[in-house]
């Protein structure tokens, strides 16, 4: 086995001890996700936390307001719900960040007794979606042999309810329990699900697919026992949007709603209306659509990007919300039109950042930013990818963007073809050609960049975890006269081998995306891989990788780093001992260190 060059850890990255300070503060300073509350007992919420320096699960009783840590475990907690009364947590126990595991409860309040497994008799897998009802319970799971949906009643043994080798997930569970709506891709492409509604004894009451290339998602059953509508998810138009799906009658209402960009929604309690939570140009608004009248009303909220949003039964919108300058909180705008932060935990607040300004090159949305105080004239670029593909960059806080401008690099950001928020022919234009035709958009914006004087065409570094960890191999491979330095986090470095190692719910991923698997199209995953033109690399790079990653599996990673090392390439690694990604906060911050450094290093 190679030895590969390590990457070292700087302490500090910074020798000025202010600037040290700030950029470790937007890291660890303490933040909280948006609460989710138990249907039947609103008082009872869940929240994500980092304030123990590990992303955890806390519980939260309004009534009182007690706050308790309920998990505790070294690689962190992020999948958790609560019984509709109340009573009982639920969260996913995996083992160091590999995904794969199996749901486990305990008391909402602390008895001191260990979690133990929710339905014991369902295998450990990969989560595929969980609905908790009263009486009944279903939950998604999937492995190497497709998806398997799994129902337990008033507390028994699990029975299958739906199964397929293909991927699928659980929509939704229906408010009396007698309906459970699941996206499936027996069609093959889960890039663009169809639904398939069934009665909780097995029989099919409806199902929906509106043809190749149009994708339909199932959000959320109303919220009003006995009322079984639907709302979906769907993109007749080229763009998501909404409908209404009333699965007795099988007839549906499509929302039409005036706005550019695209939407998504939840219901409010009555059922009488929708939240309508709408993305254009990186950026979110909340609106209120009344489901009787049409009438399309827009709640106020500060500019930036919505992360998360519901309505509480008392009509109060809650919010996560933050802007590139402005750290993240969550918020409340109450029925009578206040707006104020609703929970932040104790401790520090982060330091603020830079404001991102829109570029557009030709059809391509960037966000950019330089360092406050920076002379004018280019400066040394980090362009950031960011991962999915099917994400996109958006008008909020970022400790990790933060630290680059702290360290005198401007950042840019692109929405290349593949991103969410332009519509469905921009999202799908990747199709058959990943990876290439996304950098095709990045060099538009790197000429751009150079041509405006903003950039410094020798000092540019690209940079990315996951899907834009594997387009940073792949430019450096592809476009090895822009690039100066690269840093890949637990990217697709070996298609071949990724697709072979991964999770099956990502194969069925690169089947849609590709057109086929490796040995039905081998030339096409041959082209996309950053492993076919590693001998094209001239720039340094650093490759961060997780040990037990079942996204970006480590052994493809290996081969990539072998093949570096073969030819004497000027390369690091870093490992660590968890998934895709960590939930430690320190953890993060080593990485975070090692890239900037890294760079100055090469950079000079």
């Known amino acids: 086995m190679t030895t590969h060059p390590t990457a070292p850890v700087p302490d500090p990255l910074f020798p000025d001890p202010e600037a040290e300070a700030r950029w470790r503060d937007r890291f660890t300073a303490p933040r909280v996700s948006l609460p989710q509350w138990a249907e039947d007992a609103p008082d009872r919420n869940l929240y994500l936390s980092n304030s123990s320096g590990v992303w955890e699960v806390y519980a939260w009783d309004r009534a009182s307001d007690e ?288 404001e991102l300004r829109d570029v557009f090159v030709g059809d391509v949305h960037a966000l950019v930013a330089r360092p406050e105080g920076a002379p004018d004239g280019p400066l040394p670029t980090v362009f950031s990818l960011h991962g999915g593909p099917h994400a996109a960059d958006e008008d909020r806080f970022s400790a990790y963007r933060a630290v680059w401008l702290d360290a005198g690099f401007a950042v840019v950001h692109v929405n290349y073809r593949g991103s969410t928020g332009y519509g469905s022919a921009w999202r799908d234009a990747i199709e058959g050609r990943p990876g290439l035709t996304e950098l095709e958009d990045v060099a538009a914006v790197h000429d751009w960049a150079v041509r405006e004087g903003f950039a410094d065409p020798a000092r540019c570094v690209v940079n990315g975890a996951s899907w834009g960890g594997y387009l940073s191999l792949l430019a450096l491979g592809t476009q090895p006269e822009r690039w100066a330095a690269g840093v890949a986090g637990v990217p697709v470095a070996d298609y071949l081998a990724a697709y072979e190692d991964e999770m099956e719910p990502l194969r069925a991923f690169d089947r849609a995306l590709f057109g086929g698997s490796p040995q039905e199209v081998p030339e096409r995953y041959r082209l996309c891989s950053p492993l076919t033109y590693v001998d094209e690399v001239r720039a340094p790079v650093l490759v961060l990788a997780g040990e037990n990653d079942p996204r970006c599996p480590i052994r493809q990673i290996d081969n990539y780093l072998d093949r570096l090392a073969a030819r004497g390439s000027e390369y690091e690694v870093y490992r660590y001992d968890a998934g895709h990604g960590s939930l430690v906060v320190a953890e993060t911050i080593a990485q975070t260190a090692a890239e900037v450094d890294f760079v100055r290093r090469r950079l000079g």
């Open 67 to 354: 706050h308790r840590k309920v998990t505790d475990r070294p690689n962190g907690t992020s999948h958790a719900a609560l019984t509709p009364d109340g009573e009982r947590i639920w969260w996913f126990s995996d083992t160091d960040g590999d995904e794969f595991g199996v749901w486990v409860t305990e008391p909402f309040t602390a008895t001191g007794d260990k979690a133990e497994p929710a339905v014991p008799d369902v295998p450990a897998a990969y989560p595929a979606g969980l609905g908790i009802g009263d009486e009944v319970v279903v939950i998604g799971a999937s492995t190497d042999d497709g998806t398997t949906v799994y129902l337990s009643r008033a507390g028994g043994p699990a029975e299958v309810l739906y199964r397929h080798a293909n991927d699928a997930g659980l929509g939704a569970l229906s408010k009396d329990e007698t309906l459970v709506a699941i996206a499936h891709s027996e069609h093959g492409d889960n890039r663009h699900t169809a639904l398939r509604v069934l009665t909780t004894s097995g029989e099919t009451a409806a199902e929906k697919w509106d043809g190749p290339g149009k994708g339909l998602d199932a959000i959320a059953f109303s919220p009003v026992r006995g009322d079984n509508r639907l709302l979906v998810m769907h993109e007749r138009r080229g763009r998501e949007e909404l409908l209404v799906w009333d699965v007795a009658a099988d007839a549906e209402t499509e929302v039409v709603v005036d706005l550019p960009g695209e939407i998504s929604a939840d219901w409010y309690p009555e059922a009488d209306a929708l939240l309508v939570v709408h993305t254009f140009r990186a950026r979110n608004t909340l609106h209120r659509y009344d489901l009787a009248t049409g009438a399309l009303t827009a709640l106020e909220t500060p500019h930036g990007s919505v992360g998360s949003v519901g309505v509480r039964p008392d009509g109060d919108v809650e919010y996560s919300w933050s802007s590139a300058a402005r750290p993240g909180v969550v918020r409340v705008l109450t029925a009578s039109g206040e707006d104020r932060v609703l929970l932040s935990p104790a401790g520090h607040r982060p330091p603020p950042s830079a």
